[in-house]
C-alpha cells in the first residue's frame, strides 16, 4: 500500500466516475451484507474476522485499496498526526474503513477544528480540514502554550507566535480568558496598556499593565469594577502615572490606590478614591 500526501487531482469524466462508484458500492454492500450472514449482525465477529480480513484482501486486488490520501487545509498539523488518525493499517480497502471513527480521530488532534474525508474512487481519499486559530498564550506550570478562544491547548507557544498575543497566567485562566478579552473590549485603555492577566485562586484577575501598574478585579463582578475605573476621572488618570502600583476595584464603594515608594507596594499608604455618581 502506498500513501502519499499530495494535490487532489482532476476530478473524473462523469461517465467513468459513475461506473466506478457503482462498482464500488455495489462491492461495499456485498460486503456488508456477507458480514451481516457471517456474523448473525455482528455477534460472531471475532469467529468471522479471517473471512472479512480476506474480503478486504480481495477487494484490494479488484482496485479498492487505499492507495494513496490527499491532505488539505493543514498547516500547524503535521502529516504523520493525520496519517496515524486514519489508521489504515486496520483497513486496507473501502469494505473495512470507517470514515466516521476516521474523522473523529482526526478532530481530536490538537490544532484540528473539523475535518472532512471524501473517497474518490476507487483507491484515493482526499481529507479537507480546518485548523484552530492561536487566540492567546496561557502560562500554566512554568510553561508557554497556545490556545484558541474556548481555551483548548494547541501546543506549545514558540516565541515566534507570541507576538501579538494576549498572555494569561494561572489555573483556570485558559477557559474565561476570551470572557475577559470581551469585558476590556468596552475599556480600550486598558486593553491596550495589558501586559498580562492573572487568574488568582482560580476565582477572579489581576491584571498587570505596561509600566508595572496593577489592577485587582473582584470575582463575578469584572464588568462593574471596570465600569466605575472609566467613570472616575481621578481613577482613570492613574493609569498612565508610574508612582502607582495598584488599582484595587474589589470593594464595591470605594477605589484604593496604592501607591509604590522606590519601586514597592505599600498598602498602609493607600489612598481611597470615591467612584462619581
Not at 472532512?116 to 487566540?135: C, G, N, Q, Y
Not at 498572555?167 to 478579552?181: M, P, Q, S, T, Y
Request: glycine content about 6%; hydrophobic content about 45%.
Amino acid at each position: 500500500m502506498k500513501l502519499s500526501a499530495a494535490p487532489m487531482p482532476k476530478r473524473p469524466r462523469p461517465r467513468r466516475q459513475s461506473a466506478v462508484r457503482l462498482t464500488a458500492w455495489t462491492t461495499a454492500i456485498a460486503g456488508a451484507a456477507l458480514f451481516t450472514a457471517l456474523t448473525q449482525w455482528g455477534a460472531n465477529a471475532r469467529q468471522a474476522r479471517p473471512v472479512i480480513e480476506e474480503l478486504d484482501r480481495l477487494a484490494e486486488l479488484a482496485g479498492l485499496g487505499v492507495q494513496q490520501v490527499y491532505l488539505t487545509g493543514h498547516r500547524m498539523t503535521s502529516d504523520r498526526d493525520i496519517f496515524d488518525a486514519l489508521d489504515l493499517t486496520q483497513a486496507r480497502s473501502l469494505l473495512r474503513f470507517d470514515s466516521v471513527a476516521a474523522r473523529e480521530r482526526i478532530e481530536r488532534l490538537p490544532w484540528i477544528k473539523t475535518g472532512a474525508i471524501t473517497w474518490v474512487f476507487p483507491d484515493r481519499i482526499s481529507i479537507e480540514v480546518v485548523e484552530r486559530k492561536a487566540f492567546a498564550v496561557w502560562e500554566e506550570s512554568g510553561k508557554d502554550l497556545l490556545i484558541d478562544a474556548t481555551g483548548r491547548v494547541l501546543g506549545l507557544a514558540p516565541p515566534s507566535m507570541q507576538a501579538g498575543l494576549p498572555r494569561f497566567v494561572g489555573r483556570g485562566a485558559n477557559e474565561k480568558a476570551a470572557a475577559l478579552l470581551s469585558l476590556l473590549e468596552h475599556q480600550p485603555y486598558v486593553r491596550a496598556r495589558l501586559k498580562e492577566a492573572v487568574r488568582v485562586a482560580g476565582r477572579r484577575w489581576t491584571l498587570r499593565l505596561a509600566g508595572g501598574l496593577e489592577i485587582h478585579l473582584p470575582a463575578g463582578r469584572e464588568a462593574e469594577a471596570l465600569a466605575r475605573l472609566s467613570s472616575s476621572v481621578a481613577a482613570s488618570r492613574l493609569l498612565d502615572a508610574n508612582e502607582y502600583a495598584a488599582i484595587d476595584l474589589r470593594p464595591a464603594d470605594r477605589i484604593i490606590i496604592r501607591p509604590a515608594h522606590d519601586g514597592e507596594r505599600k498598602t498602609a499608604s493607600s489612598q481611597h478614591v470615591q467612584p462619581s455618581g
